[in-house]
């Protein structure tokens, strides 16, 4: 069946898990009717929110009726990037120092993702502040509205004092992970693994980074991984990798960067007070689709 009210869909199908495949100015709504109205399990798609204050919404509505949620962000189930994880977490390159996103792109759309990566591959440890600077003209503000997505890049702090880096330049996909001992990248999304450890360099005793033997990960589909999360989660009760308030992190953190942006680049704590901001694009929406 096709529908064009997403509250006739939910409440005539009654799905156990949902998938909420719209734009990010749409998300929040559908998703508390959801939760409101019998849904166990939500994968929705990225950014969680167009704004702050929606995505503090979202979590309340979803923790109150205990509803699981997982955010497509699906570096998070990557195995690659699990393998990553796995081996900074094992302190064989020592404590894990920087890392760095080489192409950010637009926050909602693409920033998402790697903005998550960066919590992921940290551990999810909490951040304390973010600077950051978009690359767009000052008429994509009207008030506290954010006319488009903008493309922006900066920094992020964390507790346990690893420092995000979220680059926009020409390299497409890659992301590294630099430790007392050694770094990680990946070049094109996964595609090739560069792996060095710190090694002596010469007979005075000095010391340098080294490329050593690196196990490429095998390959496997995140979005599949990701809804079996869901599943898992249903059947034994069990927290998703990602959840409500990992999802808000990584949301916080976009708007740290835009309100960054508009204080002139300054320094802003985590959490953001500033809630009111919303992206609300000047696009109507796609026609559904019927088969005849």
């Known amino acids: ?48 929110s167009a ?8 979590v309340e509505a979803l923790e109150r009726h205990g509803v699981l949620f997982n955010l497509g962000t699906n570096r998070r189930w990557s195995i690659a990037y699990d393998q990553m994880k796995a081996l900074v977490d094992s302190g064989e ?3 894990l120092k920087n890392v760095i996103i080489y192409n950010n792109g637009t926050l909602f759309n693409t920033g998402s993702h790697y903005i998550d990566l960066v919590m992921r591959l940290n551990s999810d440890h909490p951040a304390l502040w973010a600077q950051g600077n978009l690359r767009a003209n000052a008429d994509i503000f009207d008030g506290d509205i954010l006319r488009e997505d903008p493309v922006g890049e900066g920094l992020i702090y964390f507790a346990n004092g690893v420092t995000g880096y979220l680059l926009v330049t020409p390299r497409s996909g890659d992301i590294e992970v ?26 005075q005793g000095r010391t340098g980074f080294v490329t050593a033997p690196f196990t490429e990960p095998p390959v496997a589909s995140s979005t599949l991984r990701l809804i079996e ?20 992190a990584s949301t916080e953190l976009i708007f740290a960067l835009i309100e960054s942006h508009r204080q002139g680049g300054a320094r802003v704590a985590l959490p953001v007070q500033e809630r009111t901001l919303r992206m609300q694009r000047n696009r109507g929406p796609n026609k559904p689709k019927y088969s005849v």
């Open 1 to 48: 069946h096709q529908y064009t009210d997403y509250r006739e869909l939910i409440d005539k199908e009654r799905p156990e898990i949902l998938s909420i495949a719209t734009q990010p100015e749409q998300r929040a709504e559908i998703t508390i009717y959801a939760a409101e109205h019998g849904v166990k399990a939500i994968y929705a798609e990225k950014a969680m």
């Open 51 to 58: 704004s702050l204050g929606e995505a503090y919404a979202m």
């Open 93 to 95: 390159l020592g404590a």
């Open 178 to 203: 630099i430790c007392e001992n050694g770094s990680l990248t990946a070049y094109n999304d996964g595609l090739e693994w560069h792996l060095r450890r710190r090694t002596p360099i010469d007979p």
């Open 229 to 248: 999360d869901l599943v898992h989660g249903l059947d034994t009760g069990e927290a998703t990798r990602g959840g409500p308030r990992i999802s808000l």
